[in-house]
């Protein structure tokens, strides 16, 4: 197996400890523009009678909608119903992207799913926590939140505050590393399909199988990732 | 590299993220999510005015059967009235002939009594002048002086008693 390396940039603008990965740069770009797009072309042409591309995009808002109902009342819910459905259709397009095509360019791994990276996926898991915390100080006051940690008893302070830290890394390396692990292994099913006759046909089959049930991991693990930020939301925000 | 991570593509991640998140709810999901209201909406509304129309149709329908009921009813009257009128009228018609043949009969027999009457007083003054003429025959033919004066002082004695 060939070992592909990434466009990683050092020390940028001079500053030692500041780097970019240029193909998550362009994933995300990529990801990003995709995502609009297929949202912006689905919501043209908005009838009362849904043809075609609506009932998709209809189909995803329910779906979506039924994730935050199933977490916390609508009344509260309707607010981040944008996060999750941009949480859900971000994640579940770049799970994909990963899965259907992998492009290197001299020697170095450009095109790939950007969740495949724990930097990406614990960025986004941490902003959900960080909005978490945000919206149960401004639905529930300060008063609440502080009491939160303490209850029900006092001591629990410290596993409520380990707590936290856990969902993010949780949140986070769980997607990443499906989608790597599914990556690592398509890669190496690539890998073995090129040895010769005999591995091709050995490599051929597996792959197709490991392609199909990568893209059900890609949707489960959305569809994980969306449903646990919004219940560690619900966490925070709701009213027990 | 700050503890393996990359803090750029960290940045850009949040930052196209967050963009993201602000245009497809502007531009696909809000109008989306409209359309979904609006649709709910309608539909909520057709339900209402067909709820009202239903109504309207029940108590339209209530209606006409009650005024085929009054119609029924004045028909019957119109024809019960038409009935009565009916037999009045024969009854006006046979009292009137029956009067009218009680006046003809009437005037029918005054004529008769007439025309008896008038017959009678012919044939009497017939009777009286054929008597007279009669008489005159019999008394030129057999009549005797004698016969003569006592006849005639039968008549004077018969005034003269009648005075």
């Known amino acids: 197996m060939m070992e592909y390396g990434a466009p990683i940039i050092e020390n940028v603008f001079g500053i030692s400890w500041l780097s970019v990965n240029l193909s998550n740069v362009l994933m995300i770009i990529v990801t990003s523009a995709i995502v609009f797009i297929l949202s912006v072309l689905g919501a043209r042409k908005l009838q009362m009678k849904p043809t075609g591309a609506q009932n998709v995009m209809e189909w995803v808002l329910d779906f979506v909608k039924g994730i935050v109902n199933d977490t916390m009342d609508w009344k509260t819910g309707k607010q981040f119903l944008p996060l999750a459905i941009t949480l859900f259709t971000f994640i579940l397009v770049g799970n994909m992207l990963g899965v259907i095509t992998t492009g290197v360019y001299d020697g170095e791994v450009w095109w790939t799913s950007p969740t495949a990276n724990p930097g990406i996926t614990l960025t986004l898991s941490s902003m959900v926590i960080i909005l978490s915390h945000y919206y149960g100080i401004k639905l529930r006051g300060t008063g609440h939140y502080i009491k939160s940690y303490f209850t029900p008893v006092w001591f629990l302070f410290p596993i409520k505050l380990i707590e936290e830290f856990a969902n993010t890394l949780t949140l986070g390396l769980r997607l990443f590393g499906n989608i790597f692990a599914g990556g690592v292994l398509l890669a190496l099913l690539v890998t073995l399909t090129t040895t010769g006759p005999i591995g091709f046909i050995g490599g051929a089959i597996p792959f197709l199988a490991w392609q199909g049930f990568s893209v059900f991991i890609g949707g489960i693990q959305a569809f994980i990732f969306t449903i646990l930020s919004m219940v560690y939301i619900a966490h925070k925000v709701t009213v027990d | ?163």
Do not use: C
């Not at chain 2, 005159?136 to 002082?153: G, H, M, T």
């Open chain 2, 1 to 163: 590299m700050l503890g393996g991570f990359h803090l750029i593509d960290m940045a850009v991640m949040l930052f196209f993220f967050l963009i993201l998140v602000y245009l497809v709810s502007k531009f696909a999901w809000g109008p989306v999510m409209n359309m979904m209201q609006e649709r709910e909406e309608y539909v909520a509304n057709e339900i209402d005015a067909a709820e009202a129309s239903r109504k309207e149709a029940e108590k339209a329908s209530a209606e006409a059967l009650e005024r085929l009921t009054q119609t029924k009813q004045e028909a019957q009257k119109i024809i019960e009235d038409a009935k009565s009128a009916g037999v009045k009228q024969e009854q006006d018609i046979i009292a009137s002939a029956q009067k009218e043949a009680e006046r003809i009969k009437l005037s029918a027999q005054e004529e008769i009594q007439n025309e008896k009457d008038k017959a009678l007083q012919a044939l009497q003054e017939k009777v009286a002048s054929l008597s007279v003429l009669i008489a005159s025959k019999v008394i030129e033919k057999e009549i005797s002086a004698q016969d003569q004066d006592k006849l005639i002082s039968d008549y004077i004695k018969e005034v003269g008693e009648e005075r």
